[in-house]
Nanobody
């Protein structure tokens, strides 16, 4: 059974950093692309970053140069390093395994506030 579980959210001041992690299980992780999304209150869920099975990354314009997605195939994890955080980064962050059937985690709250 496929599972993806996020961790690492919290409260951080503007300009600070957080590292989110997503623990996956139940599928061949090394063969799968992975993605991070976020959803702010009152807004639609949006794509933040993706990483292919080969490690090619892509980012939303709003986070380019500040966020970095990475993966560890041996540990079945995908991470999102978030630097220079802004109040507008406040959202629930979700990990997703894309594919014919998508699998989402439960989300982790990130709040950027002074």
């Amino acid at each position: 059974q496929v599972h993806v579980v996020e961790a690492g959210g919290g409260l951080v001041q503007p300009g600070g950093s957080l590292r989110l992690s997503c623990q996956a299980s139940g599928f061949t992780f090394s063969s799968s692309a992975m993605a991070w999304y976020r959803q702010a209150p009152g807004k639609q869920r949006e794509l933040v970053a993706t990483i292919t099975s080969g490690g090619v990354t892509n980012y939303a314009d709003s986070v380019k140069g500040r966020f970095a997605i990475s993966r560890d195939n041996a540990k079945y994890t995908v991470s999102l390093q978030m630097n220079s955080l802004k109040p507008e980064d406040t959202a629930v962050y979700y990990c997703k395994k894309p594919g014919l059937r998508e699998y989402w985690g439960q989300g982790t709250q990130v709040t950027v506030s002074s």
